[in-house]
C-alpha cells in the first residue's frame, strides 16, 4: 500500500473449523427407541452446510473428527439437578441424554493454519471468531510475527489470558437479546 491511498485489506481466505455430523444409529439410553443421527434436522443442515462452503471462492473448510465414545451421558444440567436431590433418578427421560461425542483435531488446525500464514507472511491481519483460550499460544505466534490479531467472541465473555493476546476485541454481528429471567414469587 502506498501512502496517500486509503486503508485497504485484501482478503486472504475465510476458514471455516467444523467436523462432519454424527450419522451412526444407536437406541436411546432408557426406552431402547432406535436413533439414526444422520437423519436429524442438525445432521442435514451441517452437511448441505459444509457442501455449501466447499463452493465458496475464498473458503476452505477444515473438517476435525468426531471421537465417538459410544454412548449416552446425562446433560450437565440434569446431573446438577439430580445432585441437588431436586429430582429422583426414576424421572429421567431419553431426552435427559445426550450422545457422547467430542469435536477433535479442529483447534490443532487452527493453530497450523494461523502459524503457517504467519510464517509466510501471507496475511497481516488475523481475524479468529472463537473465545477459547486454546487459543493463546496461536495467537501470541500471530503477535510475534507482526500480524494484526483481532478476536470476535460474539458477545460470549473470554477468557483473560487470551485478552492478553490479542490486538483488538470486536463483536460484529448483532448482539443477541438475552432472556429475561422470571423470577416466580413465593406464596
Given amino acids: 500500500m502506498q501512502r496517500g491511498e486509503p486503508d485497504r485489506r485484501d482478503l486472504y481466505r475465510i476458514f471455516v473449523y467444523d467436523c462432519p455430523p454424527l450419522t451412526k444409529k444407536a437406541h436411546t439410553p432408557l426406552t431402547k427407541t432406535a436413533v439414526d443421527f444422520s437423519k436429524t434436522d442438525a445432521a442435514k443442515f451441517r452437511t448441505a452446510f459444509h457442501n ?103 458477545w460470549s465473555k473470554i477468557a483473560g489470558d487470551l485478552f492478553e493476546h490479542i490486538d483488538g476485541l470486536r463483536s460484529t454481528s448483532p448482539e443477541p437479546k438475552r432472556a429475561k429471567v422470571q423470577i416466580k414469587e413465593q406464596a
Fill in 52 to 154: 455449501e462452503l466447499k463452493c465458496l471462492r475464498k473458503v476452505a473448510l477444515r473438517l476435525g473428527r468426531l471421537q465417538d465414545n459410544d454412548g449416552w451421558r446425562l446433560k450437565p444440567a440434569i446431573l446438577a439437578v439430580l445432585l441437588k436431590r431436586e429430582r429422583l433418578f426414576a424421572e429421567l427421560t431419553d431426552d435427559d441424554f445426550e450422545y457422547d461425542v467430542r469435536q477433535k483435531g479442529t483447534d490443532m488446525r487452527i493453530g497450523v493454519d494461523i502459524a503457517s500464514v504467519a510464517y509466510k507472511k501471507q496475511v497481516d491481519q488475523v481475524v479468529l471468531v472463537a473465545g477459547d483460550a486454546d487459543f493463546v499460544p496461536a495467537a501470541k505466534l500471530a503477535r510475534r510475527e507482526g500480524i494484526d490479531f483481532i478476536l470476535d467472541p460474539m
